[in-house]
């Protein structure tokens, strides 16, 4: 009989059976991997794919759209699958023979307002993709959620769905996971500065903000994926779940007035009371691309800030908001404040 690919992972699932539970600490391998990325073709995974291929491992990524993967084509090692992403059966053939799967699929606003397309993007697809490595006997998972993930209390559809999903992993037999919750992402092409930029553009300077004393600790794309690199190994990982934020809490109004220093644009702040940025997120809810909605606005009543240091715990140094965001921001041409130096992530 037929039992499918058995990968390095499914064969110490079998030694730690065996041995007991949280009983095996040491990483599992450090050689090539065969990573299966979901959500892969996002801000996040082309950065961390591009750092999987260039440590020499191996990456499949399944999509709906083989033009979202435009970007990962250039890349050895890298393979394309192409199909419906909610099917568990072609999840399952694109993955067979991984060591490993990381799910970084999310949206931040979906169709309508119900909280169906959050709960099909986060739980539904979760759900299929722990049944397809169930069939496909893989059991090391990387998983993408948020600060303020919670199944009962979250305070929007987004912040629920996420620790629905998250459930859902934790509650998988046979899995070995790891869970990341970060606060707010930045990065060149992210959907934070360059949106807040675009947007200074558009109005000379002027925004009305709901929610302008909401605080984050915004986590910058490289140091997320640099955690994820961390914890391919398995280890003290297995189990763990990682707060990730960066250096600096900073105010959604003081994260514009930053992006506005760094892009060289003149920024004047309007704050929204509560009930007028209620409105504005139930009326930008029916604008073509949803700049800001409802759900969003739940989301903002919730602070983005880390309770456990999960970066001193990977052993990574998180860039700063205020140094970097000057990289990709400034005007072509114009000379940067002060000179910015990539450092090593991981303390030596």
Same mark, same amino acid.
């Given at each position: 009989m037929d039992s499918g690919p058995v990968s390095r992972f499914t064969a110490l699932h079998a030694v730690q059976r065996a041995i007991?539970?949280?009983?095996?600490?040491?990483?599992?391998?450090?050689?090539?991997?065969?990573?299966?990325?979901?959500?892969?073709?996002?801000?996040?995974?082309?950065?961390?794919?591009? @750092?999987?291929?260039?440590?020499? +491992?191996?990456? &499949?990524?399944?999509?709906?759209? !083989?033009?979202? =993967? *435009?970007?990962?084509?250039?890349?050895?090692?890298?393979?394309?699958?192409?199909?419906?992403?909610?099917?568990?059966?072609?999840?399952?053939?694109?993955?067979?023979?991984?060591?490993?799967?990381?799910?970084?699929?999310?949206?931040?606003?979906?169709?309508?307002?119900?909280?169906?397309?959050?709960?099909?993007?986060?739980?539904?697809?979760?759900?299929?993709?722990? @049944?397809?490595?169930?069939?496909? +006997?893989?059991? &090391?998972?990387?998983?993408?959620? !948020?600060?303020? =993930? *919670?199944?009962?209390?979250?305070?929007?559809?987004?912040?629920?769905?996420?620790?629905?999903a998250e459930q859902l992993v934790r509650d998988a037999s046979a899995l070995q996971w790891t869970i990341f919750r970060p606060s707010v992402i930045f990065g060149a092409a992210d959907s934070l500065t360059v949106r807040f930029a675009a947007l200074l553009r558009l109005s000379a300077g002027m925004l009305p903000l709901a929610r302008a004393g909401a605080r984050f600790a915004p986590i910058y794309v490289g140091d997320v994926a640099e955690g994820f690199m961390c914890a391919l190994s398995g280890g003290e990982s297995v189990g763990a779940t990682y707060e990730l934020c960066g250096p600096e809490v900073l105010t959604l109004a003081q994260i514009v007035r930053l992006t506005a220093q760094a892009a060289q644009l003149p920024c004047h702040i309007l704050p929204l009371p509560d009930a007028i940025a209620r409105l504005q997120g139930a009326l930008m809810d029916f604008l073509p691309g949803k700049p800001f909605s409802l759900d969003n606005y739940r989301s903002l009543l919730s602070d983005s800030v880390c309770h456990d240091n999960g970066c001193a715990r990977l052993g990574l140094h998180p860039a700063s908001f205020r140094a970097w965001t000057p990289l990709w921001l400034r005007p072509k041409g114009a000379a940067m404040p002060l000179p910015v130096v990539p450092t090593a992530y991981r303390v030596p």
């Open positions: 007991g539970p949280g009983r095996l600490k040491t990483p599992i391998t450090r050689g090539p991997l065969l990573i299966g990325v979901t959500g892969g073709t996002g801000f996040v995974g082309r950065e961390l794919i591009t @750092r999987l291929v260039g440590a020499g +491992h191996g990456v &499949r990524v399944p999509t709906r759209d !083989a033009a979202h =993967a *435009d970007q990962l084509l250039p890349l050895s090692s890298v393979e394309i699958a192409v199909g419906n992403v909610y099917d568990s059966d072609f999840l399952r053939r694109s993955l067979e023979g991984c060591d490993v799967v990381i799910n970084l699929v999310g949206i931040l606003n979906e169709r309508g307002r119900s909280g169906a397309g959050f709960r099909r993007a986060h739980v539904q697809f979760t759900a299929g993709l722990l @049944r397809a490595m169930h069939e496909a +006997h893989i059991h &090391r998972l990387l998983h993408m959620s !948020a600060l303020n =993930a *919670d199944a009962g209390r979250g305070r929007s559809h987004y912040l629920r769905s996420k620790g629905q």
